[in-house]
């Protein structure tokens, strides 16, 4: 789950070009951004999506709870004279930044690429690649049990079903056990040593094309994160803060998170249905519109850019319909709950 929100050519804060926005041409095309509009991107990362919908004419409302890309992004802000502001905060509260920042609290578009992004991939220094040394950390924002708390702290159990659920990894359980025995002797406190110890516990076949640690690594990010519940309350929010027309396009990079937009776009687009058991059933209107089946990247993109070839985009149209509610807590798709770290566990 590698999200490609950057720009190939013209980075938002400048220097050598690392960053390609993916599926851009199908987001501006299900966005249909004009002159005159307010588009929030909900995960601005290197701005990418922000500086294409702005040379058509967009303002932009850009979010990321990371300091870093609020700080790179800062010679873009100047460039655009006003039509960029950007919020520190989680794209699941974008319907209080919207309130806060846009003229009646109503927008014309929402943009989420949901995950990681390719500049915090590529530093070691977040600790989020299994291929280059660096701290255990994976915080995408600056607070919070980081993943060498996790991995150090969290029971074995509970361990192994964050393993199991959000990186669909099979041997949870070994690896869990694994990572139990060897933190009684020295904690975990680099990248490199927690997938050093998942590549043995796993194992790795000649035709194996990826790399053992990869869904540890998934997993532990996602939970450090609280990735799939920030999506939930984001869909959410998004829906609140549309105007009737606005456009929701989200970019998602594997089947957990394409399964809860796909679910939620479902669900908002049709009636609940009625039964002959419970005839008073009270009708409740669709607040979307779903605008296509899921688009995947072109063979020519994926083969450009690695890290589009599992993106797929699902858009809708928000209708006139009171928003159904939701999203601030409570979760309507059936996300298992999961242990959370004590914060004594928690370094500071």
Not at 108 to 118: A, K, N, Q, T
Not at 133 to 144: I, K, N
Not at 271 to 277: F, I, Q, T, V, Y
Request: charged letters at 30%; proline letters at 6%; hydrophobic letters at 40%.
């Amino acid at each position: 789950m590698m999200a490609g929100n950057g720009e190939a050519s013209r980075p938002a804060g400048g220097g050598p070009a690392r960053h390609i926005p993916v599926l851009l041409p199908e987001v501006l095309d299900a966005l249909g951004a004009a002159g005159g509009e307010t588009v929030v991107d909900g995960t601005f990362g290197a701005g990418g999506y922000s500086r294409a919908i702005m040379e058509r004419g967009a303002s932009v409302l850009g979010i990321d709870r990371d300091p870093t890309a609020i700080e790179a992004a800062r010679p873009l802000v100047e460039e655009m004279k006003g039509r960029l502001r950007l919020v520190r905060a989680r794209f699941g509260e974008l319907d209080a930044v919207v309130r806060r920042e846009a003229p009646e609290g109503r927008v014309d578009g929402v943009v989420l690429d949901i995950g990681v992004s390719s500049m915090q991939i590529d530093t070691a220094s977040r600790g989020f690649s299994f291929q280059k040394e660096g701290p255990l950390d994976m915080r995408m924002g600056a607070d919070g049990p980081s993943a060498a708390d996790v991995v150090n702290h969290l029971k074995a159990g509970d361990l192994a079903r964050v393993l199991s659920f959000l990186g669909e990894e099979r041997q949870a359980g070994r690896i869990a056990r694994a990572i139990e025995a060897r933190r009684a002797e020295r904690p975990f406190e680099t990248t490199l040593d927690l997938a050093a110890l998942v590549g043995r516990v796993v194992g790795r076949k000649p035709q194996d094309r990826i790399d053992p640690a990869t869904r540890t690594f998934q997993a532990l990010r996602i939970y450090v994160n609280d990735e799939l519940g920030e999506l939930v309350r984001g869909l959410a929010a998004a829906e609140r803060v549309l105007r009737p027309g606005g456009r929701l396009v989200v970019v998602t990079f594997h089947s957990l998170e394409d399964r809860i937009v796909k679910r939620f776009i479902r669900e908002r687009s049709t009636a609940p249905a009625g039964s002959r058991h419970l005839p008073d059933v009270q009708h409740v209107a669709p607040t979307f519109e779903a605008r296509n089946k899921a688009v995947a990247a072109s063979e020519a993109e994926a083969s450009a850019n690695p890290r589009a070839r599992s993106a797929k985009l699902r858009a809708a149209i928000r209708t006139d319909a009171e928003p159904r509610g939701g999203g601030s807590g409570e979760s309507p798709f059936d996300l298992p709950p999961l242990a959370e770290l004590p914060q004594s566990r928690v370094t500071r």
